[in-house]
């Protein structure tokens, strides 16, 4: 078994929701909404690779990523699996949600991994190559500027980046991946691998399995464009019991802009027999 990734648990509940955050997040930036699901679910929250406490890579891909959820879940979530995550261990299903790449790796984890998953929620993300990576390859560009020996706090971060990135709850968002270290500061997430992999990032890989035929509920913010008409006939075809959730006033980040309205979703999608 490879080295687990990190991850911090929310309540007890016998039944456990697994929670995937997106490109330059953390487990964390879920908690509000996993304190939402109980008492009746608890929940994980993981940070994938290359970002929050989990271990750097030297590559970027899917399928690694949905392998290495899928190892953290049968080591971490009880019943998931055998002690040692080979076959045949008693298997209780997980639900998962995914947003944006999170997303993307949690489509790939109930299709390569069925067994693990009993309900998939895919925030804001389609099965399909993004149309393009400029506004990823602006925001890394500009984290590259600073000098972190030269910095003295997490405000005069925030003050250099004002001018590339004018979006105060953007800038906070980024700037969750600077860590002090001693004297010094670094980076959580590794934002030179992120920056070559963003093509990879961008697309989504195919698989071998052709459909995952548990309930699936695929949200999207009604001002962001992540969500295409194009797309459901593919997302249809892999997951054939989906239905779509359209989250009035949200871009793409739908749990943090409508949490209340997201809680309620997941509440009533993850509480149907």
């Not at 399909?128 to 390859?137: Q, V």
């Not at 980046?161 to 969750?176: A, Y």
């Not at 006033?249 to 509480?271: K, N, T, Y």
Request: charged share 20%; hydrophobic share 40%.
């Amino acid at each position: 078994m490879g080295e687990l990734l990190h991850t911090a648990r929310v309540g007890d509940a016998d039944e456990t929701v697994v929670f995937l955050h997106g490109l330059f997040g953390q487990g964390k930036n879920f908690q509000t909404i996993a304190r939402g699901l109980e008492p009746e679910h608890g929940s994980l929250l993981v940070d994938l690779p290359n970002h929050g406490e989990s271990a750097w890579t030297d590559r970027v891909d899917y399928a690694q990523m949905a392998d290495a959820v899928a190892e953290t879940i049968r080591a971490q979530v009880r019943g998931a699996g055998a002690d040692d995550g080979s076959p045949g261990g008693s298997i209780t299903p997980v639900h998962v949600v995914g947003h944006s790449m999170g997303g993307k790796v949690a489509m790939l984890l109930a299709l390569r991994h069925p067994e693990l998953v009993a309900r998939l929620v895919v925030v804001d993300i389609s099965p399909a190559g993004a149309n393009g990576t400029g506004e990823f390859e602006h925001l890394l560009g500009a984290l590259a500027t600073l000098d972190l020996e030269a910095l003295t706090s997490r405000a005069d971060a925030d003050a250099a980046l004002t001018e590339l990135i004018p979006n105060r709850t953007v800038r906070g968002f980024l700037l969750q991946n600077l860590r002090r270290e001693g004297d010094g500061w670094r980076w959580r997430a590794n934002l030179d691998l992120l920056r070559a992999s963003l093509d990879v990032i961008a697309g989504f890989p195919g698989t071998r399995r052709a459909s995952f035929d548990g309930p699936v509920l695929w949200v999207a913010g009604d001002r962001s464009d992540y969500v295409r008409p194009e797309h459901a006939p593919t997302m249809r075809a892999l997951f054939p019991r989906v239905r779509q959730l359209t989250v009035k006033g949200s871009g793409h980040w739908v749990h943090s802009e409508q949490p209340d309205v997201f809680i309620q979703a997941l509440r009533v999608f993850l509480g149907q027999g």
